[in-house]
Each structure stands twice: as C-alpha cells, then as structure tokens.
C-alpha cells in the first residue's frame, strides 16, 4: 500500500479554517485518497475522498495537487466539535473489499 | 442514524477468560467486515478481514487461534479473544463496507469495544 505522511499534530481556532496537509509522493494512478476522522473514544468516521478533482461535502472540501503527490483536507469553520485525529489513506482500485490501512494521522486539537 | 452497531461497548473480564464481541451491519447486507485494534495513543491496526460464509484472512502476526472471527450471515460477525490476558486490553472496531465499486467506496464504522483483562 501507498504510504502517506502527515504532522503528528496541528492547532486551530474556533471558527477559524484548517488546512490538514497530506503528503503521498508514491500513489499510483489507481489510488484514491480518502480522509477518515476519529473523535476521542470512538470509531473513525468518513470524512471525503477523492481521485484526481478537488472534492467538496458538507463536512469538508478535498483539495488534490496536480501531481496527485499531495493533498489537504479543509475544514473551512473549525468547531470544538472537529477535535480528532485526521487520517489519510490511500486505496488502490483493485483493492477489492474496502481494507484500510491506517497511518498516524493528524491530532487536531481546537481552542475556544 | 448508526449504520455500524458493536456491542458491547466495554467489557472487563479476568485473564483467562473469552470474550466476544459482536459487529452488526445495520443498513445494508455485508459480505466483508473488518476488525480492528487500537492501543492507547497509537493508530488503528488491522486484524482480519471477515467474510460471510468463509473463513477470515488473518494479518501477518494475529493470531488466528487467539482471535476468532465468526461471519455466519451478511449483517453479523463477531470476534472472540479466546483466553484473554492483560495484553489483550485494548480497543477493538470493526467497519462494513458499502461497496460501490473498487476503491470508490467508505467504510462504516462500530464505536468500538474498550476491552480490559484484569
């Protein structure tokens, strides 16, 4: 699997937008990148994901580099409720079945 | 609402003994589920992959004897952690995959189950 690479961890204002940057220099052109979010004590969650267009949901918008070696998930107004660990994961498109392979992730922490 | 229910939430048991915990696909029949582990401070680590009406496929290093995975129908698997002991504490999740097509697809996941062998 496509290895990613993102910081261990990053703050945020309330109310203020967040850019939780990802780096995947080795993806493949079958890869899609998805973000998965995990709120304290509980399971991850879905966020969005994408192939090669920026990608826009009601919880956040996907912003992929023209290369595809990069991407950043927006949070455009940062609540309390969005502090979690942010995952980015790659998946190959003959990757069958859905398995994930989790990295480390981003702790986002939010101040009031 | 859940589309994932796992049950139960926390359990605590004496070292020794099984545990099982169950995984219900609410929405949608699934053919594959996947089990998860997570320790404390760190990220989530795959365990196996269930699949409905056959055997599960173990990641290299789980114990397949240690940990047993039932998929007797498309809504249910279960995991049990036969002869737990303290360093089987943990936290365990499953997800269900609403398969679409290929990689174009995004898992749904339990709440998962705090696990703590005395």
């Known amino acids: 699997d496509a290895k990613t690479t993102q910081p261990n961890s990053m703050e945020s204002n309330e109310e203020e937008p967040v850019h939780l940057p990802c780096n995947h220099s080795t993806i493949s052109g079958t890869d899609y990148i998805h973000w998965y979010r995990q709120l304290p004590s509980q399971g991850p969650e879905y966020v969005i994901h994408?192939?090669?267009s920026n990608v826009n949901n009601r919880m956040a918008s996907l912003a992929i580099a023209e290369d595809r070696k990069s991407s950043t998930l927006i949070l455009h107004r940062a609540t309390l409720r969005d502090a979690a660990v942010y995952y980015c994961?790659?998946?190959?498109?003959?990757?069958?079945?859905?398995?994930?392979?989790f990295g480390q992730g981003t702790e986002l922490s939010v101040k009031p | 609402g859940a589309v994932v229910s796992q049950h139960p939430s926390r359990v605590i048991c004496k070292s020794g003994t099984s545990v099982k915990i169950e995984c219900r696909s609410l929405d949608f029949q699934a053919t594959t589920m996947f089990w998860y582990r997570q320790f404390p401070k760190q990220s989530l680590m795959l365990m196996a992959t269930?699949?409905?009406?056959?055997?599960?496929?173990?990641e290299q290093g789980v114990e397949k004897d240690k940990f047993l995975i039932n998929h007797a129908s498309l809504t249910l698997s279960t995991l049990t952690v036969t002869s737990a002991h303290p360093e089987d504490s943990s936290f365990y999740i499953c997800?269900?995959?609403?398969?679409?097509?290929?990689?174009?697809?995004?898992?749904?996941f339990g709440s998962g189950t705090q696990l703590s062998v005395l």
């Open positions: 994961i790659l998946t190959n498109l003959y990757n069958q079945g859905g398995k994930l392979i």
């Open positions: 994408g192939l090669t």
């Open positions: 269930s699949n409905e009406g056959s055997k599960a496929t173990y």
């Open positions: 997800s269900v995959s609403d398969r679409i097509s290929g990689s174009n697809e995004k898992l749904f």
